[in-house]
Structure formats: structure tokens, C-alpha cells
T-cell receptor, first 113, second 110 residues
Framework: DAKTTQPNSMESNEEEPVHLPCNHSTISGTDYIHWYRQLPSQGPEYVIHGLTSNVNNRMASLAIAEDRKSSTLILHRATLRDAAVYYC??????????????FGKGTKLSVIP | DTGVSQDPRHKITKRGQNVTFRCDPI?????LYWYRQTLGQGPEFLTY????????KSRLLSDRFSAERPKGSFSTLEIQRTEQGDSAMYLC????????FGSGTRLTVV
């Protein structure tokens, strides 16, 4: 899987938007961009994924650069429950190779009340 | 759908002992994965099952580690002759498309 680069940590004030960046300059044409987050003492949980177009769901939005070399996870209003480590992961189309997820160190998001 | 269950949540064992962890995936998920996570790091892939077949094994999975999924449902991960370096969180996940992780088993080898 291609490598991603994320800041080690970020801070946000509660109820403000948060933009979590991810660089993936070596992304291939069939790599999907996945985001997972891991709350303290929990396993990772799926947040969102996309290929080329921006995506929205109830948890977050995913903005993908036109050249796909970077993406941004957007939490529209951070809450204390959003404090977690956020992982940006590239994964090829299902069946194209390994089904495993390759995690980096992620971005630790702290939310300030 | 009760999610992915892992048992036990915590395990403390003496060096040299054998330990076994259990994972119960979401019932309709045919793929099951084991990951290991040490402090400050992201999870690292260990092994993957499709139904009862073990299709991938990481080089992290030494000879002391063995995983089974005998009937394509629950899975067990056994570590023989535990070492202090085995201390970690062991995560199980299952998928049909997207992944669902369990809360993990935290192993401490003393």
C-alpha cells in the first residue's frame, strides 16, 4: 500500500470545525482513501472513504484534492467525543491485492472544552 | 448485530506461559483479521482468514504465534512461550466490505 503522511497531533476547540490533512503523493489510480479513528481504549472505527469525489456522511466529510495527492478529513463541529487518533489509509480496490489495512501513526486530535 | 467481541479484555501472564485469545466476528462477515498494536503506534497486521482459510500471514507472526478459525466463525490467537516483547493490544476485525474492529485484548507479559 502507498504511504501516507499525517501530522502527529492537532488541537481543536470544542464546537469548531477541524480539518485533518493527509498527504499521499504516491497514490495509485485505484487506491481508495480511507479514514479510521481510534478512541482511547477502543479498536479503530471506520469514518469515511472515497476515491475521487468529495464524500459526506453523518460523521464527517472527506475532501480529496483534484490530483488526489492529498485529502482532508473534516469534522464540522468537534465534540469532546471526537478526541481520538485519526488514521488516513490507502487501500486498493477489493480483490486487487491484500485485504489488510496498513496503519501509520495517525494524528492525535485533542479537543479543548 | 453486537459487533466484534474479544475475550478477554485484559490478560497478565508470566514470561514463558502460553496464552489464547478469542474473537467472535460479526456473524455474516466472511473475513477476519488479527492486528497487534503497541503503545504510540498504529495497528500492525498479523494474519487474515477468509472463512476458515488462513490466506495471509505477516512476517511479524513468528512460529510462537498460531491462529485458527475452525468453522469459519470465531477465531483464536495463541501465543506460546510468551516474551515481554509480546506485550501489546491484540485487535481482531471482521469485514464483508468495510472493517469492524473489536475493542482488543491487552496482553501484559511480566
Amino acid at each position: 500500500d502507498a504511504k501516507t503522511t499525517q501530522p502527529n497531533s492537532m488541537e481543536s476547540n470544542e464546537e469548531e470545525p477541524v480539518h485533518l490533512p493527509c498527504n499521499h503523493s504516491t497514490i495509485s489510480g485505484t487506491d481508495y482513501i480511507h479514514w479510521y479513528r481510534q478512541l482511547p481504549s477502543q479498536g479503530p472505527e471506520y469514518v469515511i472513504h472515497g476515491l475521487t469525489s468529495n464524500v459526506n456522511n453523518r460523521m464527517a466529510s472527506l475532501a480529496i484534492a483534484e490530483d488526489r495527492k492529498s485529502s482532508t478529513l473534516i469534522l464540522h463541529r468537534a465534540t469532546l467525543r471526537d478526541a481520538a487518533v485519526y488514521y488516513c489509509i490507502l487501500r486498493d480496490v477489493p480483490g486487487a491485492g491484500s485485504y489488510q489495512l496498513t496503519f501509520g501513526k495517525g494524528t492525535k486530535l485533542s479537543v479543548i472544552p | 448485530d453486537t459487533g466484534v467481541s474479544q475475550d478477554p479484555r485484559h490478560k497478565i501472564t508470566k514470561r514463558g506461559q502460553n496464552v489464547t485469545f478469542r474473537c467472535d466476528p460479526i456473524s455474516e462477515h466472511n473475513r477476519l483479521y488479527w492486528y497487534r498494536q503497541t503503545l504510540g503506534q498504529g495497528p500492525e497486521f498479523l494474519t487474515y482468514f477468509q472463512n476458515e482459510a488462513q490466506l495471509e500471514k505477516s512476517r511479524l507472526l513468528s512460529d510462537r504465534f498460531s491462529a485458527e478459525r475452525p468453522k469459519g466463525s470465531f477465531s483464536t490467537l495463541e501465543i506460546q512461550r510468551t516474551e515481554q516483547g509480546d506485550s501489546a493490544m491484540y485487535l481482531c476485525a471482521s469485514s464483508l466490505g468495510g472493517y469492524t474492529f473489536g475493542s482488543g485484548t491487552r496482553l501484559t507479559v511480566v
